[in-house]
C-alpha cells in the first residue's frame, strides 16, 4: 500500500466510450502525476499538477483531459481512444510542488489502471 | 535516443544467487539517480535514491553503487529470492527547471527455484 489508489484496475473501453480514471492519493502531497507506461517503453509523463493547477502537458492528445478538483484527487477522462492509447496508466504524487526530481522529492505511484481499447 | 538506457533487458537467476543490473545514463547536468521494483501489474515502489555524493546505498538484500563521473549506476541482488521477480526501473533526474526525470525501460528478472 503506497498511499496512491487508483480505480479501476482493469478498464476495457470501445473507441466511441467515454470513460474516467480515478486517484487518491491519502500522504498530503501537493503534487500529483499521470504517467502512461506501454510495454517495453520507458514510463511517459502526461501531465502535472502542483496544488491542483495544471503545470505541465506532456503533449498528450485532447483524447486524455485531466481534471483535478483538489490536491488529493486526480482523474483522466478517456474519449475517442485509439488501440495504440492500450496501456498501464499510472498516477503518482510526491510532497514538493513540481520539483520532480529534487532528491528529497520521492515519488509514490499508485497500482496502475489497466486500460484495453477495442 | 533514451537518455537512461538499463542492461540486461531480462535475466533469470536461481533462487538464492546473486544478481546484478547495470545502468548506463547521459542525463546533464545530473541530479540524482533512483531504483524502482515493479512487481507485475504493480505500480512502481522505491528502492533507492542517489545523489552527486553517494557512492552506495542498501536497502535490504539491495544494494546501489553510482559513479557519477562514468554515469553508470548498479543494484546488486544479493540471496535473491522469488519475490524478488520483478522489472527494475532506472530513474534519473536532470538538475535544472523542475529536476525532470528520465525513465530505463526497466530489467526483467526472473527468479526461479
Known amino acids: 500500500e503506497t498511499g496512491v489508489t487508483q480505480t479501476p484496475r482493469h478498464l476495457v473501453m470501445g473507441m466511441t466510450n467515454k470513460k474516467s480514471l480515478k486517484c487518491e492519493q491519502h500522504?498530503?502531497?501537493?503534487?500529483m502525476y499521470w504517467y502512461k507506461q506501454s510495454a517495453k517503453k520507458p514510463l511517459e509523463l502526461m501531465f502535472v499538477?502542483?496544488?491542483?493547477?495544471?503545470?505541465e502537458n506532456n503533449s498528450v492528445p485532447s483524447r486524455f483531459s485531466p481534471e483535478c478538483p483538489n490536491s488529493s484527487h486526480l482523474f483522466l477522462h478517456l474519449h475517442t481512444l485509439q488501440p495504440e492509447d492500450s496501456a498501464l496508466y499510472l498516477c503518482?504524487?510526491?510532497?514538493?510542488?513540481?520539483?520532480?526530481?529534487?532528491?528529497?522529492?520521492?515519488?509514490?505511484f499508485g497500482e496502475g489502471s489497466w486500460l484495453t481499447v477495442v | 535516443k533514451n537518455q537512461v538506457e538499463q542492461s540486461p533487458q531480462s535475466l533469470i537467476i536461481l533462487e538464492g544467487k546473486n544478481c546484478t543490473l547495470q545502468c548506463n545514463y547521459t542525463v546533464s547536468p545530473f541530479s540524482n539517480l533512483r531504483w524502482y521494483k515493479q512487481d507485475t501489474g504493480r505500480g512502481p515502489v522505491s528502492l533507492t535514491i542517489m545523489t552527486f555524493s553517494e557512492n552506495t546505498k542498501s536497502n535490504g538484500r539491495y544494494t546501489a553503487t553510482l559513479d557519477a563521473d562514468t554515469k553508470q549506476s548498479s543494484l546488486h541482488i544479493t540471496a535473491s529470492q522469488l519475490s524478488d521477480s520483478a522489472s527494475y526501473i532506472c530513474?534519473?533526474?536532470?538538475?535544472?527547471?523542475?529536476?525532470?526525470?528520465?525513465f530505463g525501460k526497466g530489467n526483467q528478472v526472473v527468479v526461479i527455484p
Open positions: 503518482a504524487s510526491s510532497q514538493a510542488a513540481g520539483i520532480q526530481g529534487a532528491s528529497g522529492n520521492t515519488i509514490y
Open positions: 499538477y502542483n496544488f491542483k493547477e495544471q503545470t
Open positions: 500522504l498530503g502531497h501537493n503534487a
Open positions: 530513474v534519473v533526474s536532470q538538475y535544472y527547471g523542475n529536476n525532470r526525470l528520465a
